[in-house]
């Protein structure tokens, strides 16, 4: 995982600085709804790295939109009296919404430039930007097309126990930016819902986790996870691709 300015991301900082972010998180979102004006309207954009030859594998890239969104959410910058702190909590604080967008070559090089959190997993790329009103995102964002590419289901094979697993609805058919933003919700949740040390570690391991497809003799499984308090689920307001509560993506805690 690396921050473009940086290079590096470094692990968890001061117990308790860290801490009170992950309190934030684990408050929940959406409580100020959304403001009166269109363009004030809050977003956090992310950017997936799809080049036109030799593409990355689709739970790869997912795994790393994941990761990347809750570092940023978790990130010191995000923290109090953070540079990104301000338009972290007025999104946060407003209807959470994520826009995934494609990019390759030179757009994806200038994306690196914008504020924001990069993550690689098994060769795939991510980037979850710092959130803002969306009619005032950066050019070198808005200009990355929304959809138009799509990337081919794979079977990754059995997840790795250690980490936490993000199961998306088969059911629903989502395009892969669809779920990009959908498994960056999972991620949030699952990490507002953990202990703090336990996020700690797992920000230790730069948000590692594993995306997999449950068809659905599976997926009545895992609901049956959430109902129990084991697992947490995502459902989807409904703007696009799927209808408003759809259980998009559950959430399962590593060794669950």
């Not at 202990?195 to 730069?206: F, I, L, S």
């Amino acid at each position: 995982m690396s921050d473009e300015s940086t290079g590096t991301v470094d692990a968890p900082d001061d117990t308790d600085t860290f801490a009170l972010r992950h309190a934030e998180l684990a408050q929940g979102y959406g409580g100020a709804g959304d403001p009166d004006d269109p363009a004030m309207v809050q977003a956090m954009q992310m950017v997936l790295h799809i080049p036109k030859t030799d593409p990355p594998a689709r739970s790869a890239l997912l795994a790393a939109a994941a990761a990347a969104a809750l570092a940023v959410c978790l990130d010191p910058r995000s923290g109090s009296g953070g540079e990104w702190e301000p338009r972290y909590l007025a999104w946060k604080r407003s209807r959470i919404r994520k826009v995934a967008r494609r990019a390759r070559g030179a757009q994806w090089v200038a994306a690196g430039a914008v504020d924001g959190v990069t993550v690689e997993v098994d060769g795939a790329q991510a980037r979850a930007f710092v959130p803002g009103p969306v009619g005032a995102i950066d050019q070198r964002v808005r200009k990355l097309q929304i959809g138009g590419t799509d990337l081919a289901h794979d079977e990754p094979g059995p997840p790795d126990p250690t980490l936490p697993v993000l199961w998306v609805n088969a059911a629903l058919e989502m395009s892969v930016g669809k779920a990009a933003a959908q498994v960056g919700h999972a991620s949030m949740l699952l990490a507002g819902a953990l202990p703090v040390e336990v996020v700690a570690d797992w920000a230790r391991r730069e948000f590692r986790c594993a995306v997999r497809e449950a068809e659905p003799a599976h997926w009545s499984r895992l609901v049956a996870e959430v109902a129990a308090g084991r697992a947490v689920a995502v459902r989807d307001a409904g703007f696009t691709e799927v209808a408003p509560g759809s259980m998009t993506v559950i959430a399962v805690p590593a060794g669950a």
